[in-house]
């Protein structure tokens, strides 16, 4: 006889990270199958970082959308919860295959200019190293948040204090765009790569702020 947590995690199993799982199989393969790279690290590092970025940003879809349909979301959303899941797991695949695709061998130089450059500064300070920099905070966010998202952490943190480490998936998404929007200006991409960039961030950025206005106005009215 299955507990109701065993129930719930193979509920979660079947009908949230099967699903999801497939998806993204699919997307990453169609990605990966179509672009014309030749070598198996650029076409892996393009094919996960557009998944990732959608994944981050339904994440932070889901609460807007619920609460325009009159839904309450509890602290902890199973939904929420497997997505951000699968978009850790994309994100940081892709980070660490990114690490290797334009310096080969070398990729301490996404961070720092080779030593026979002259710079006063030695840490990269253009766009380059802005992509490689917010890319790489975000996915170490991502990380943070992926390995608490779980039931222990949330008993073993507190509601609160885990709700505010969860928090965070913000910031993540933010230098998620940062970077992404970085590489779309270094590697000149095509215009459909460009506008899923762009539609992810403005619409999250316009359902969040939305849902921002109609929880202040909730509160307001309980005030």
């Not at 978009?87 to 996404?110: D, F, K």
Request: glycine share 6%; with cysteine.
């Amino acid at each position: 006889m299955l507990t109701i947590q065993q129930k719930r995690l193979v509920r979660r199993l079947l009908v949230h990270h099967l699903p999801i799982c497939a998806a993204s199989a699919v997307t990453v393969f169609l990605l990966y199958a179509t672009r014309p790279y030749k070598d198996v690290l650029t076409k892996l590092s393009f094919s996960t970082a557009y998944p990732a970025l959608v994944l981050i940003a339904i994440t932070l879809l889901i609460g807007p959308w619920n609460l325009l349909r009159g839904k309450r979301m509890p602290i902890s959303s199973d939904w929420r919860r497997d997505m951000g899941i699968w978009a850790g797991i994309l994100a940081i695949v892709h980070t660490a295959v990114g690490q290797n695709v334009h310096l080969r061998g070398r990729p301490w130089l996404y961070y720092i200019y080779d030593h026979r450059e002259a710079h006063m500064l030695p840490l990269r300070h253009d766009l380059f190293g802005f992509a490689n920099y917010t890319g790489l905070t975000s996915a170490f966010i991502l990380l943070l948040l992926l390995a608490t998202s779980n039931d222990y952490s949330l008993r073993a943190l507190g509601t609160p204090r885990w709700k505010q480490m969860q928090r965070w998936n913000y910031f993540a998404f933010a230098l998620a765009g940062a970077h992404a929007i970085g590489y779309q200006i270094n590697e000149k991409q095509q215009m459909p790569f460009v506008a899923i960039v762009v539609a992810s961030i403005l619409v999250t950025l316009v359902l969040q702020t939305i849902g921002f206005q109609r929880r202040r106005v909730a509160r307001v009215r309980t005030q």
